[in-house]
C-alpha cells in the first residue's frame, strides 16, 4: 500500500519505522514545521532523514495548495500519528481510503493531546493505543483495533509513552493489512463514554501538599518529562528555592522513623519531616519521600545528596513561591 505519513512528536517515530521496514511505499512524511527560539527538526523529521525518506513541513496541510500537493501523490492512505494539527474533511479526501489516526488510550477515554499524562493524573491502572478511522472530530472516529496494557505505579509519563509507541506501531502494521484486504472492521465509539486530555499547560506542575500523597505521586509521574512538577523549598533567612520534583515513592509504613511520624500534624502538609536518611514530606494523609529532583539552576540529583549540600532546617517547608 502506498502511504502518506502525518506526524510530529516522538510517539510518532516507531510507526514511521515500522513502515519504512515493511513492504509499504511511504510516499511522503510531512512533519509540522521548526518552532522555537532556535529552530530545530521534529523527532519526525530527524526520524524521516535518517531513513532517506522525502520529507515535507508545512504550515498547514488543510489549505487548498498543500491539498493538491497531497492528492498527487495518488496514495492510498494516510498515517497520522501526533501530528499536532486536525485535519479537514478535504484534506482526509486526498487519499483514496482516508486517514487512519494512531492515539496513546483506550478511546473514547482521554481523546485530545495529552492521553498518555491524563491516564496517569486520574490514576488509571490501565491503558492502551487505539488505532481509529479519521474524521473530521477530535479523536472521534471509529476503531479499527485497540490493544490494552498494565500502567506500571512507578511509571512516569515518558517511559509510558515509549512502550504505547512501539506497541502502537505493531498495531497500525495490522491495521493497514486489514484495510488492504478489507478485513476491516471499524467499531463507532460510545460518545456517553468519551472523556477530555487536553494539552498540558505550565501552571499544572505546581505541587499542592495538601493533597494525598498517592494523587501528588501521579502528578509527578505524569508531568515528567515536561512540564515537570515543581515546588519551593522555604527556608529561615533565605529565598525560595525552586526545586523540580522528579521521582516520589509512597514509603512502607515500617520505614518511616518514629520520629518523623511524631511531627506529622493534621493542617502541616508540605512540613519536613525527615532530611537526613529520607527526605519525607507531610501531605494530606501520609508522608511522600522524594527521591530524585533538581534545585533551580543545578544538575538533577538525589535526595540524599540533595541534602547533604544543601542546609535544610527542621522548621523549613516545602510550598508555593
Known sequence: MRVIMLGTGPFAVPTLEALSASPHEIALVVSRPPTGRTPQASPLQRAGEQLSLPLWTPDTVNAPDPQARLTSLAADLLVVCDYGEILKPETLATTRLGGINLHGSLLPKFRGAAPVQTAILRGETETGNSVIQMTPGLDAGPC????RTPIDPDEDAAQLETRLSKLGAEAVLQVIEDLDHNREHPIPQDKSLASKAPRLKKEQGAIDWTRPAQEIKNQVRALRPWPRAYTFLHRPNAVPLRLNIDRVTLPPTASISPSAWSLQRPGAPGSILESKDQLLIATADVPLEILDLQPAG????????????????ATGHLGPE
Open 298 to 313: 543545578k544538575r538533577s540529583m538525589s535526595a540524599q545528596d540533595f541534602s547533604r549540600g544543601y542546609r535544610i532546617e
Open 144 to 147: 479499527l483495533a485497540q490493544q
